[in-house]
């Protein structure tokens, strides 16, 4: 018996839309429609392009949807969508990419930035708060600075949780080239909190 659409892979769904079945697109839909929206603000930094551009990522999905092959993996093509079409609009608005705050970071520690610097502020729940928005636009800036391929891997590592393998299919660079990047971008971070991993750290 075929699998029901909630166990479905996305492949799977993506097949059984290309024969006909609308229910099987409306469950991509469902699964990618916030991950998408989040990866493309972030990048656009205006909620309502954002809105419209993901709306643009699933109707280029509907019109393409003869060009996908059952052996790719869905979510490579479709961020691959989305990727160039913000890249498009960034163009065009000449808008500067907005980062994540609260995605996880790669290593043995997988808790977000802010998280793992809040740890190690002052109880005071004032001065802890106020700490926090310190690193959170400490971050934000920092992001904005990155050169523009390690922004990238960070949004599609960060924001997209894609595996390394499938952005490298999307940026169209080797693997490894990505890693580098994204390590480049974490030590390029992490430079940049360092001030206030030391505020932290006299406030003990």
């Known amino acids: 018996m075929a699998a029901a659409r909630g166990d479905a892979t996305d492949e799977m769904l993506m ?6 079945d609308r229910e099987a697109f409306a ?5 990618y429609e916030r991950p998408i929206f989040n990866f493309v603000i972030r990048q656009l930094r205006h909620a309502n392009t954002a809105e419209d551009l993901t709306q643009d990522v699933f109707l280029r999905v509907v019109q393409r949807a003869g060009e996908f092959k059952h052996e790719a993996r869905f979510s490579t093509w479709l961020y691959t969508i989305a990727r160039n079409l913000s890249i498009d609009q960034l163009r065009k608005n000449r808008l500067r990419r907005h980062p994540s705050l609260d995605s996880p970071t790669s ?10 610097i809040a740890d190690t502020h002052p109880r005071s ?5 106020a700490a926090s928005s310190q690193v959170q636009g400490k ?3 920092a992001v904005d600075e990155l050169p523009a391929d390690q922004r990238e891997v960070f949004l ?3 924001i997209a949780n894609l595996p390394f393998k499938e952005i490298a299919s999307i940026t169209g660079v080797p693997e490894n080239t990505v890693k580098s990047r994204m390590r480049y971008a974490l030590d ?5 909190l360092s001030e206030f991993e030391e505020y932290a750290r006299a406030l003990r």
């Open 27 to 31: 469950e991509l839909v469902r699964r």
């Open 156 to 158: 599609l590592r960060q």
């Open 107 to 116: 290593g043995a520690d997988s808790r977000p930035l802010v998280e793992r």
């Open 139 to 141: 971050i934000v800036e």
């Open 188 to 192: 390029r971070l992490q430079d940049a």
């Open 125 to 129: 729940s004032v001065e802890r708060s």
């Open 15 to 20: 097949v059984r839309y290309q024969r006909g």
